[in-house]
């Protein structure tokens, strides 16, 4: 079945720069990607999402690049702000299966 | 105001007793979803439901049940035969179910359960 993780727990940076959050996943079908931002104690928030049929897709701030050949993805977060602190988790579609399978999740926190 | 709508915030359930956790969605929407979180964990699928009467078991369903009785709701059920119920629970909902659709799921704000 499809698994999705994500290759660190925690990733601290400084107000300003650049985040890269990754995700590895393990089904070589799955079709579609979502990346969701979750605050302390709310519902997961939509960020942005991809097709497996593109390499890369940019939103406000931030772009998500997907590696199909060694099943990689990462969400990165331009001009990190203390806003953007809170729980990024990405998560997997396996074609016709419309279920998505989701990650443990990255903790980002923002240093001022 | 469109979106999904999760209540109570907070739920306390005591032992032997049956809970029912509320989701409403007025998105129009033809999917929903109900998910477990365990702190530090991801999203674990409960139950999930394509259409109106209609619904499946996702990968922890033990101990749950939902209905399906209007588009618009999907109540969960956590029943007493579940012996470790406290999480945070989640409820989603998605436009369809088909595989050329987009499957964004949109989240309530969830509703935590704890046991007394």
């Known amino acids: 079945g499809e698994s999705v993780g994500l290759h660190l727990p925690t990733l601290s940076v400084q107000e300003g720069d650049n985040s890269i959050i990754n995700c590895a996943y393990s089904n070589s079908a799955s079709d579609y990607f979502i990346w969701y931002k979750q605050e302390s104690g709310k519902g997961p928030q939509f960020i942005i999402d991809i097709r497996s049929n593109m390499d890369k897709r940019q939103g406000q701030r931030v772009t998500v690049l997907l590696n199909k050949t060694v099943k990689h993805l990462s969400l990165q977060i331009a001009a990190t702000q203390p806003g953007d602190s809170a729980v990024y988790f990405c998560?997997?579609?396996?074609?016709?299966?419309?279920?998505?399978?989701f990650g443990k999740g990255t903790l980002l926190t923002v240093n001022p | 105001d469109g979106g999904i709508t999760q209540s109570p915030k907070y739920l306390f359930r005591k032992e032997g007793q049956n809970v029912t956790l509320s989701c409403e969605q007025n998105?129009?929407?033809?999917?929903m979803y109900w998910y477990r979180q365990d702190p530090g964990q991801g999203l674990r699928l409960i139950y999930y439901s394509q259409i109106v009467n209609d619904f499946q078991k996702g990968d922890i369903a033990e101990g749950y049940s939902v209905s399906r009785e209007k588009k618009e709701s999907f109540p969960l059920t956590v029943t007493s035969a579940q012996k470790n119920p406290t999480a945070f629970y989640l409820c989603?909902?998605?436009?369809?179910?088909?595989?050329?659709?987009?499957?964004?799921?949109?989240f309530g704000a969830g509703t935590r359960l704890s046991v007394l």
């Open positions: 998105l129009n929407h033809d999917a």
């Open positions: 989603a909902s998605s436009i369809g179910a088909s595989a050329i659709a987009k499957n964004i799921q949109y």
């Open positions: 998560a997997g579609r396996r074609g016709s299966n419309y279920k998505l399978t």
